[in-house]
């Protein structure tokens, strides 16, 4: 298990779920370490065992190259679904999952997950619902939202009290709330400088990029997606921000609960 443990003056400790070693949390690694929150990284994908829940303010689950119904190919996959159902419905704490950990959200939580009818890869807009437009994680951020996109699965059915926070035309669930504080969203926000071209060596990424790109298109998108930097840049710092008051108000909550 990766450790990033530093004088934590939030007293927060986060809890990240990898698949693949380059689908990290990327960006939000700077804003924790300024911020000096802890946070320790379990990679399932190699075999890593899942800690004790309970030690953890909040859980964040990143992409993957594998999709949510293989758990042949991949049993972690069943013990991290249960993972995700305990922290979320009965721990209830805060979640953030990003594209595969989206979707996981969606499936732990009895929401269904397909193959997309039109993949997204690239840039792109999606539009925040009259909820996303008031939700808390969104705050500060105004619609339509340029986003990254790189996936070939979408959630095709919310799970029971789940409510969508954002969508476009190729993806009607772009990004939803279950409960007060577990939010899945299907676009990437974590990009750093080196994201694309760490993504373009993963074979199935490789794939989904020139079917739906083109090979032309997909030589050039790690310049495109470099221009839109600063971009997303601002907009992963609010979303984070907004994030970490969510999940300070929950701790403070189950602190003074006891």
């Not at 949510?68 to 953030?96: G, M, N, S, T």
């Not at 959200?105 to 929401?111: E, F, I, S, T």
């Not at 969508?167 to 299907?186: H, K, P, S």
């Amino acid at each position: 298990m990766q450790h990033e443990t530093r004088s934590d003056a939030h007293g927060l400790r986060l809890l990240v779920f990898q698949h693949v070693d380059v689908e990290h949390p990327g960006i939000f690694r700077d804003f924790w370490r300024d911020a000096g929150i802890a946070w320790d990284a379990v990679e399932l994908d190699a075999g890593e065992p899942i800690p004790d829940l309970e030690a953890y303010d909040a859980l964040i689950v990143m992409g993957g190259p594998m999709d949510v119904w293989q758990e042949d190919e991949h049993p972690w996959l069943v013990a991290e679904k249960a993972a995700i159902r305990r922290f979320v419905q009965d721990l209830r704490r805060p979640y953030l999952g990003f594209c595969f950990g989206h979707q996981l959200l969606a499936a732990a939580l009895g929401g269904s997950v397909h193959l997309a009818k039109v993949p997204e890869v690239g840039p792109g807009t999606v539009e925040l619902t009259q909820a996303g437009a008031a939700d808390p994680l969104f705050a500060g951020l105004s619609a339509p939202l340029r986003t990254f996109q790189w996936h070939g699965a979408e959630v095709s059915r919310l799970p029971a009290g789940g409510e969508v926070l954002a969508r476009n035309d190729a993806c009607a669930v772009q990004a939803f709330r279950f409960g007060a504080a577990a939010y899945g969203i299907q676009y990437h926000v974590e990009l750093t400088e080196v994201t694309v071209p760490q993504w373009q060596r993963i074979p199935e990424y490789a794939a989904s990029l020139e079917a739906v790109l083109g090979h032309e298109r997909a030589e050039r998108l790690a310049d495109e997606t470099s221009k839109l930097l600063p971009e997303f840049t601002a907009a992963a710092r609010r979303l984070n921000d907004n994030f970490m008051k969510l999940v300070t108000a929950s701790a403070r909550s189950a602190t003074s609960a006891l």
